[in-house]
């Protein structure tokens, strides 16, 4: 190798050149996280050999943290002190790496034209002559790191090598954008982007690949009350407040736990190589401690939580673990939350029966077994019924004629809830279109689940249905749910806005008891309120209950949307919702949900509701 010049070229320069940078790619651009590293040594050690010098080097640029860190050497050198001066540079430190911070275009420094270079380098490796040919390596507007091939004495560089160091300077670059993308695509599938813990699929592997005979327990956490700090306050705080939680249980556990986030504001903690009554301890600890209030804001907050215990060697299976944590979950909220149950053998009955459920479900599908059932909604001051909203029923061979609310929940778990969601899409519009010629006006009410309401096609779904039926778009309205909402509401929003575009009307179902904020439904296309009838139950008798009313009614009024009180069961709730503004009311009171032919029957007359205007008051 010669000291002053390149070899002399056996072929043409530029063939030379271009079938290096070829090798170089090829090794570079299929490389992965694992085998990063040892293509990038192998690439500068093809460097060095191919120009001859002494030194190849490559840095990569910390841009935030402002430093040069070392990530390839060739070749390695044979002592390297410790801590090693040449590892992490911060830019600030020296002129040479603060030049390569935005450095843009290639640079050669050939003997004595830099004399701090020469000191520098004669310091650290006992030689006085030196060339550096220096390549930024350069991403968008950024430089990302910088390739470097040092000569010990005097080496000179043709223009066409350094546009080839040119090149194969954006293939690292490019290699280091990809693996970061990858980085980030494998963060986003395993971590939540709100706390940045293992998500859901991540502790799910953690727990498969954990060897049966190991101990293992799981918890499984939710907040207590949740949805009173994003109704009082706004969505910012509830995300503050379940970061804060994270970073608690992350405090409150040892390294080897894993904590992760199962969905809103559920957590779960993978606990491995402890007994289980040691565990059941640590459980009924975080139960106390976690009720300590948190600083959120500049306020001072605080939820209890409830807690889900199970351990692998009761269920003798890994697979059953967060199942079974969160049946014992479910145990912990019914006797009254703020408390940690541990699962036993006589919940897993429970868990059976869901199961169960949704196999039955499938069959239930395929066999025809569902209908709907129609509930009228009536006019509280003529009692004449505006409209019916359509309720799922399940014919069950054995159990006979069973409302929604004793499958639906099981139903959204297993996403069954979209087919239910078809066929009930279909039937509801049909049977309006019966109606259509003796109560033209008549309007379906139909029930969207989250999951229905997520999907990119129901609008065209919905329009395909109503010209197949005949049906005019503003005789549908949707209920659906502030939950189903705003739980993705940057989408829901736009698929609502569709919705509302074509003509569909939107009812927000059980309004009072979801999480929304007053602001946020300002911005949602609804048009109807339907006040649920937990509050329309304590109407006139309890002040918490009249008050959400009230709040219900003005807060309508106030976007130009109507109300619908449900739940309806005793005359006097008819009398206070009258004089409070509510129009339209349904209930018990007036007409249970009922099937297709008996409803025919009701629709044609008024129902008869109490007087109006009672002036001596109601009983
Ligand atoms: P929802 O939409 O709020 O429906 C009202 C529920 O309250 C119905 O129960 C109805 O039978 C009951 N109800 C009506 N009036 C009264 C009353 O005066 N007193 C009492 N105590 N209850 C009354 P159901 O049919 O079991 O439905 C439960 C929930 O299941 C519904 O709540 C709705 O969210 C969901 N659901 C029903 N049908 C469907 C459907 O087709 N698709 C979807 N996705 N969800 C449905
Ligand atoms: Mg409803
Ligand atoms: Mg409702």
Redesign the pocket.
């Known amino acids: 190798m010669s000291d002053a010049t390149p070899p002399e070229p056996i072929e043409d320069e530029a063939t030379r050149l271009a079938s290096l940078i070829t090798e170089i790619a090829t090794e570079l651009m299929g490389v992965g996280h694992g085998d990063a590293q040892a293509a990038t040594d192998l690439s500068l050690q093809r460097l060095r050999h191919f120009f001859g010098v002494t030194h190849v080097f490559l840095r990569r640029h910390d841009l935030l943290r402002r430093v040069s860190i070392l990530v390839g050497d060739e070749p390695p050198r044979e002592v390297i002190p410790d801590p090693d001066p040449l590892y992490e540079v911060p830019f600030d430190s020296d002129p040479v790496f603060a030049a390569s911070e935005h450095m843009k275009e290639p640079m050669v420094v050939y003997p004595e034209q830099s004399e701090d270079l020469d000191k520098r380098l004669e310091e650290a490796s006992g030689q006085p002559q030196i060339t550096v040919a220096s390549v930024p390596l350069v991403r968008g507007p950024d430089t990302v790191g910088a390739l470097g091939l040092v000569h010990y004495g005097m080496r000179f560089w043709s223009d066409p090598e350094i546009r080839a160091l040119t090149a194969i300077a954006t293939l690292f670059a490019q290699m280091w954008a990809r693996l970061d993308a990858e980085q980030q695509v494998i963060r986003q599938a395993y971590y939540d982007s709100l706390t940045d813990l293992p998500n859901r699929s991540r502790l799910v592997e953690d727990i498969d690949r954990l060897p049966s005979e190991r101990r293992a327990s799981l918890l499984v956490l939710d907040i207590d009350n949740m949805k009173v700090i994003n109704d009082g306050l706004d969505f910012e705080a509830g995300n503050n407040f379940i970061r804060a939680t994270a970073d608690r249980l992350r405090q409150a556990t040892r390294p080897d736990d894993v904590v992760a986030r199962l969905q809103g504001d559920q957590f779960a903690i993978l606990i491995r190589d402890l007994p289980p009554d040691h565990v059941d301890g640590i459980a009924l600890r975080l139960v106390t401690d976690l009720a300590a209030a948190l600083d959120i804001d500049g306020l001072s907050l605080a939820r209890s939580i409830s807690i889900g215990v199970a351990h692998n060697s009761v269920s003798d299976s890994n697979g059953d673990l967060i199942t079974e944590a969160q049946a014992a979950l479910h145990q912990a909220k019914l006797r009254g939350k703020k408390r940690a149950v541990t699962f036993d053998a006589t919940m897993r009955s429970e868990v059976l029966e869901r199961f169960e459920t949704e196999l039955e479900l499938r069959r239930a599908l395929d066999n025809d077994e569902l209908t709907?059932?129609y509930?009228p909604e009536v006019d509280l001051e003529t009692g004449r019924i505006l409209a019916v909203?359509?309720?799922?029923?399940w014919n069950h061979p054995t159990r006979g004629l069973l409302?929604?609310?004793?499958f639906?929940e099981t139903?959204?778990q297993s996403g069954l809830?979209v087919e239910?969601?078809d066929f009930?899409l279909r039937e509801?519009i049909r049977q309006l279109s019966v109606w259509s010629a003796d109560h033209p006006e008549l309007e379906m009410w139909?029930?969207?689940?989250p999951a229905?309401l997520m999907s990119r096609d129901l609008p065209e779904q919905i329009g395909e249905l109503l010209t197949e039926f005949g049906v005019e778009p503003y005789r549908i309205c949707l209920?659906v749910?502030e939950h189903s909402v705003l739980d993705d509401i940057q989408f829901t929003k736009g698929t609502l806005r569709t919705l509302r575009e074509s003509g569909l009307k939107l009812a927000l179902?059980?309004f009072g008891t979801g999480y929304s904020s007053m602001k946020q439904l300002k911005n949602l296309p609804i048009t109807t309120l339907?006040i649920?009838?937990t509050f329309?139950?304590g109407v006139g008798t309890s002040e918490y209950d009249s008050a959400i009313v009230d709040a219900a009614i003005t807060l309508a009024e106030a976007f130009g949307l109507t109300t619908v009180a449900?739940?309806?069961?005793q005359p006097e709730q008819i009398t206070e919702l009258r004089s409070r503004g509510c129009r339209v009311g349904?209930?018990?009171?007036m007409a249970?949900?009922a099937d297709a032919e008996t409803v025919t029957g009701l629709l044609p007359n008024p129902i008869e509701l109490p007087e109006l205007a009672t002036l001596n008051g109601a009983g």
Do not use: C, M, W
Not at 389 to 393: H, P, Q
Not at 566 to 569: F, M
């Open positions: 709907l059932h509930q909203e359509s309720l799922v029923r409302s929604a609310g004793a639906i139903a959204e809830v239910i969601g009930v509801a139909i029930n969207i689940s229905q209920e749910t179902d059980d339907k649920d009838r329309v139950s449900e739940g309806i069961e349904q209930g018990f009171y249970r949900p």
